[in-house]
């Protein structure tokens, strides 16, 4: 079992399906709630999903999640995420945001 399978298994236990609103993703709260319960910021790996497994890139953070993640620590360009699971294709925030506008404020 590798770590993608580990985190895709953990995180299905914890699948609640609902929706308050379009405009608000699991990533950005996990990141906010991790941050609040333990004061970590910087962030190694993401596997975001609704009832299946990433299959392309519909498993990426939104932008405005890339960007919230961007700023709550620079070292998270370095961030893994999981785009296609079958495949285990990752991508980095980085790439996601190569030219990210907050890199000289950091």
Known sequence: MDIWEK???EAKV???PH???PFIYAERAA???TYQQSKQTKIKRIIAFRDEAPSGVGGMPCGACREFLMQLNIKNADTET???YAT???????????NWWG???A
């Open 14 to 16: 914890l699948y609640n």
């Open 82 to 84: 999981m785009v296609d």
């Open 31 to 33: 990141a906010f709630n």
């Open 7 to 9: 985190l895709y298994n």
């Open 88 to 98: 285990r294709e990752t991508t980095t925030l980085n790439e996601l945001m190569p």
């Open 19 to 21: 929706e308050v609103s």
């Open 103 to 105: 890199a000289t404020r």
